[in-house]
């Protein structure tokens, strides 16, 4: 079984209403947070998150 992980928000640390999979590749996906509703862009492989823009 794949291990599957919630995508946190990089401004308050609140869970998002995103999962990622350990085989997803995002490119340029835009994160919505409902807590601070704020949006940010980020890529992701591996498990590993990184911001482009927030």
């Known amino acids: 079984m794949k291990q599957i992980h919630w995508i946190c928000c990089q401004n308050c640390g609140s869970k998002t209403r995103d999962?990622?999979?350990?085989?997803?590749?995002l490119i340029n996906y835009p994160i919505y947070c409902p807590k601070c509703k704020q949006e940010t862009l980020i890529n992701a492989r591996d498990l590993q998150i990184t911001v482009i823009k927030v």
């Open 19 to 25: 999962r990622l999979r350990e085989d997803t590749i």
